[in-house]
């Protein structure tokens, strides 16, 4: 198969090519080539000719682009990601083009991006790097607050929420509550009492989202769920950016009522992660007014980006790609 790989940046060319020379089948009968660009209206004809499309999270695999690849005789739409939010499932169904997706990928990469978020909020971490290169060695203002004792709330305890809940209710002692459609019985060997998601929120002082983005879970964080959180509570978001009101999140910072924000993902995130616009103006306000605040930290979606989850993805993508062609089906396929 010849397959047309988008969005890639060196990492990914690195643990995808090696994955692709340590595999003789993959070898002898495959082939990736490598695009920086994203998947998009405009780069679609760098899909000419190819059997494989190879995604990623930013990619846009609508109905129209699902129809032209399709038409261009594309087979197989392997994504690198979990998430699957940027795909027309339902598209992708009717036109009978299978998705598959790396279910799994070391859920410890992201649970463990999640809780150095947590403590770099809560223990300052970023402003007292910054004091001490300057050699400033004052502590004022660098008052933090213990996790040991505190109550965490997670929204979505699947594998990365899972994760999450052993570090921070074993490791650190947190008492932990959770809000999930399918409550999970490991969750709650782990001491998680769950509970809805109103009394979730009412009652942490760190709330972190970690379930997926759906049309039921889009602004899930909105002005109501805020006003009925905690004064000052720490809210995390490592999942996808629109599980959040961004502007909503905004107004709670600037009164106090969310004294923490700690973010991997952000709704528009498309237009600015995985690229140096270090010399460019920011065009996006929303983002721009996130970056003025002092107790806000954002991270450009790199919770996934450890050596271990990189080699994940790659030997699942070639898996999956393999048996595909192999077999015509893959058991990572995504249903609509
Ligand atoms: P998962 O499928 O194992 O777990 C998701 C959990 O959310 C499940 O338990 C599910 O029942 C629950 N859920 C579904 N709908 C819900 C709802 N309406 N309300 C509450 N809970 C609901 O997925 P995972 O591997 O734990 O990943 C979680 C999310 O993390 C992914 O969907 C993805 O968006 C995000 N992610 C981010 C990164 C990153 O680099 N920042 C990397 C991987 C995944």
């Known amino acids: 198969m010849k397959i047309a790989v988008f969005s890639t940046r060196s990492y990914d060319r690195e643990y995808l090519s090696a994955a692709a020379a340590a595999n003789a089948s993959f070898k002898a009968s495959h082939h990736f080539s490598f695009h920086e660009v994203h998947l998009q209206p405009e780069t679609l004809h760098l899909t000419k000719g190819y059997d494989a499309i190879c995604a990623f999270v930013n990619d846009q695999l609508d109905r129209a682009t699902l129809q032209s690849l399709k038409r261009g005789g594309v087979q197989l739409i392997a994504l690198r990601s979990a998430g699957y939010n940027n795909v027309d499932l339902i598209a992708a169904n009717e036109l009978c083009l299978p998705v598959a997706r790396v279910p799994a990928y070391s859920p410890q990469a992201v649970a463990e991006h999640t809780v150095a978020l947590i403590l770099t909020l809560n223990r300052k971490i970023y402003r007292a790097y910054r004091q001490v290169r300057e050699g400033n060695f004052s502590l004022e203002g660098l008052v933090g607050f213990n996790l040991h004792g505190k109550t965490v709330g997670l929204i979505g305890t699947g594998r990365i929420g899972t994760a999450v809940a052993k570090i921070l209710g074993s490791g650190f002692g947190c008492k932990l509550l959770g ?131 990189l080699e994940d993805i790659a030997e699942t993508t070639l898996k999956n790609i393999l048996e595909f062609a192999a077999t015509g089906k893959c058991r990572n396929l995504v249903r609509a």
């Open 179 to 309: 809000y999930d459609v399918e409550p999970n019985r490991g969750c709650r060997d782990l001491g998680m009492a769950y509970v809805s998601l109103t009394e979730l929120v009412a009652n942490s002082d760190i709330v972190s989202l970690h379930a997926p983005l759906l049309p039921n879970t889009t602004h899930l964080i909105d002005e109501q769920t805020i006003a009925l959180m905690k004064n000052g509570v720490m809210l995390i978001n490592t999942s996808r950016g629109s599980l959040i009101d961004t502007q909503a999140v905004i107004d709670a910072v600037k009164t106090g009522k969310i004294g923490y924000l700690g973010l991997d993902v952000y709704e528009e995130e498309t237009e600015l992660f995985f690229n140096d616009r270090s010399l460019e103006v920011i065009p996006d306000d929303v983002f721009s007014r996130l970056l003025t605040f002092p107790n806000v930290v954002i991270t450009g979606h790199q919770g996934f980006l450890t050596k271990e989850a």
